[in-house]
């Protein structure tokens, strides 16, 4: 990529190479400057994207604009991942996100990914985001645990949650060439947001009474046993455990989950334990996604793919082949 040594911020942009390599080459720039990834080549028409990146201190501050796309780290580029790192994301636009739980993310919530797990996003509008690299060393000075905070969604209307998300989106790698503060105090601005969000997450969730989380336990594992059934609704499961369907719902709500998300996840853990399993490769795809609760076949394929990058047939096939592992 084009590369100025006398510029601290990096730039490059797909429109610099033919359209036919513009999905290529944003990959495997991507992969030098942040991380190693893999794109849905179903998005390759039109793609475009333009990214800037520089250093703040102890942060890589990464800006990316660019247009509708799917991304995967997966087993591959997991392997291909160097330094153990923290990134922190906001999106200008609603995005989706599987990264140890389903998740769906709206305009300037912020997601903490950890570089050890697999990860898919999708975004289906233009959009502008940001991403902070930290490593593990730096995240631990503001969070001894930081991996209890990888994965869940920060809402950027919470009360540290909004500060943080601000403080993130008006970062940019141009700061670097004429920063309005030391560069270390942007940095220790970063890290201690992070760990009042970190405080006020586990205030409400983590460090819930005993009452609060064993019922948050009792309806997951109700949900799990019901989500085959292709009708079963909120309604359903309070039912079955005695409760009010607000209950239910706030439950949820605390631990910034909702009931349609984990029950559409625990329909696609059943399909992905069943479509790599040799015992059920005679059961037919549609068939899987039926058993699992899915109501229609082309909901269920949608699922899967956004969760894998693959059809269920690719993905079954990739699986007995031994270059997939879900549950990794």
């Known amino acids: 990529m084009p590369y100025d040594k006398e510029d601290p911020v990096q730039r490059w942009s797909t429109a610099d190479v033919p359209p036919e390599k513009r999905m290529d080459y944003f990959a495997a720039a991507f992969g030098e400057t942040v991380y190693p990834l893999s794109m849905d080549p179903a998005d390759a028409v039109n793609f475009s994207a333009d990214v800037s990146i520089a250093q703040l201190g102890g942060l890589t501050v990464c800006k990316t604009v660019g247009s509708p796309q799917r991304t995967y780290r997966r087993r591959e580029e997991l392997a291909r991942t160097g330094e153990h790192t923290f990134h922190l994301v906001i999106n200008q636009t609603s995005w989706i996100a599987e990264h140890r739980a389903s998740l769906r993310l709206f305009p300037r919530d912020v997601l903490l990914i950890d570089s050890r797990y697999p990860i898919m996003t999708d975004v289906r509008t233009p959009f502008s985001a940001v991403m902070v690299v930290v490593s593990e ?192």
Request: glycine fraction near 6%.
């Open 137 to 328: 060393a730096w995240m631990r000075q503001w969070i001894p645990s930081p991996t209890l905070l990888a994965g869940q969604r920060i809402p950027g209307n919470s009360l540290w949650g909004h500060p943080l998300a601000s403080y993130l989106a008006e970062l940019s790698p141009d700061l670097a060439a004429a920063p309005p503060l030391p560069l270390s105090v942007i940095a220790d601005q970063v890290g201690g947001l992070i760990a009042l969000t970190a405080r006020a997450l586990r205030d409400t969730t983590l460090d819930d009474t005993p009452a609060v989380r064993a019922l948050h336990a009792r309806i997951l594992d109700c949900l799990m046993q019901r989500c085959v059934e292709p009708e079963l609704t909120a309604v359903d499961v309070a039912a079955s455990l005695g409760i009010s369907v607000r209950t239910l719902h706030r439950s949820f709500a605390a631990a910034n989950q909702t009931f349609g998300d984990k029950l559409i996840e625990a329909r696609a853990r059943i399909a992905l334990r069943t479509l790599t399993s040799s015992l059920f490769k005679r059961v037919t795809t549609a068939e899987v996604g039926r058993r699992a609760g899915f109501q229609s076949a082309s909901h269920f394929a949608r699922v899967i793919r956004q969760r894998t990058g693959w059809t269920p047939l690719q993905l079954r096939r990739e699986a007995h082949a031994g270059n997939f592992d879900w549950d990794a």
